[in-house]
Nanobody
Framework: QVQPVESGGGLVQAGGSLRLSCAASGLTFSTNFMGWFRQAPGKEREFVAAVSKITGNTYYADSVKGRFTISRDNAKNKMSLQMNSLKPEDTAVYYC??????????????????WGQGTQVTVSS
């Protein structure tokens, strides 16, 4: 069983930066494809970004493209999300998720079997 663990959330002013990290213990093949989702109060969980361990391909939601960068360290089975030019609307709990392989439905939260507990990101205006 894979257990992702997020870290790096916090409070930042608009325009600032934060870096989130996700460490995934367990069977490494189960984390060949990893992603970040976020959920704001009263809203559904939404896709942020994803990365493939095998191809290195990255995927982003339009709302974060050009501001966020996802990366992973395969040797350590870790993933990071560098968030720049943060906006108040980026405020949410950010979750790390993992699945064994790529799917064209990578943006759907129901496609991921393993989830972290989440880390709060708050952007003040």
């Amino acid at each position: 069983q894979v257990q992702p663990v997020e870290s790096g959330g916090g409070l930042v002013q608009a325009g600032g930066s934060l870096r989130l990290s996700c460490a995934a213990s367990g069977l490494t093949f189960s984390t060949n494809f990893m992603g970040w989702f976020r959920q704001a109060p009263g809203k559904e969980r939404e896709f942020v970004a994803a990365v493939s361990k095998i191809t290195g391909n990255t995927y982003y939601a339009d709302s974060v493209k050009g501001r966020f960068t996802i990366s992973r360290d395969n040797a350590k089975n870790k993933m990071s999300l560098q968030m720049n030019s943060l906006k108040p609307e980026d405020t949410a709990v950010y979750y790390c998720a993992a699945r064994p392989y790529y799917t064209s439905n990578y943006y759907r939260s129901d496609q991921y079997a393993s989830w972290g507990q989440g880390t709060q990101v708050t952007v003040s205006s």
